[in-house]
């Protein structure tokens, strides 16, 4: 079950999935935000980002005449 903080916390210690260890979460509305920890590991784009940019570059190469 998810723990809920007061409203005058600003951080908590948990852990971190993508850090694999404790560090340093924000807390936003009284639940445990995302990691805040300088040696996060963050990706540049999203799958979805990706996803989008090879499917745009594939089109300007092969643009589609009769759609």
Known sequence: M??????NTLECTSYCPQCKRDTQHRV?????GPCI????PVRKFSADQI????QAEKDKQNPRLFE
């Open 37 to 40: 920890d300088l040696n996060h």
């Open 28 to 32: 936003d509305g009284g639940r445990r």
């Open 2 to 7: 998810p723990e809920h903080f007061t409203r």
């Open 51 to 54: 996803k989008r940019k090879k």
